[in-house]
């Protein structure tokens, strides 16, 4: 399925991961589809590549299902955290989830242990990691459904501009 793509720049490497922070959409009550649809769709893909390694920060959405689906493929992710003290906010329902990721990955990088003083630093500190992912990386994917917000579609775009590395864009929208 994805022939081109291997042949284009081969298997084995290091990827970095962004995904869309509106999954699974519940506006439209199509979370079970959305999600599955995701699984069928992004599974393939990263079968295929056959990632050495995948560099990560899931925020809440499609970034945090993705570390079970690393898990489950035998896959070493490491999770790129911002700051410490970034994955305290999350929402309860997603807090077990993370947890298990955070576990279940061979590492964690926490950028830095100064926990941001305004909106302005955390931002910065985002960024930050965002770099950190794109430069560690020979791959980058990025992942999206029919409703990314403005700074998942921003970001995508920032990244398909990126002229040193692949970049897979993918919808796994319904």
Known sequence: MYKDIISMIGTGKIIGFFGDSNFPNSVQGKTLKD????I?????L?????PSKVYICP???LSTSMLALFASLGIPYSV???YQGYFD??????KLQMFLGLENSSSVITMTDKIPSSIHYEQKLVLESQKFIINNSDIIISAFGNNPNKKFKNKT??????EDK?????????
């Open 157 to 162: 775009q920032e990244l398909l501009d990126l």
């Open 166 to 174: 692949p970049v897979i864009a993918i919808s796994y929208a319904t």
């Open 80 to 82: 790129v955290n911002p």
């Open 35 to 38: 999600r599955g649809e995701a």
């Open 89 to 94: 906010n999350i929402p309860q329902k997603h």
């Open 40 to 44: 069928k769709r992004i599974k393939p």
């Open 46 to 50: 990263i079968s295929a590549l056959k």
């Open 59 to 61: 925020e809440t959405g």
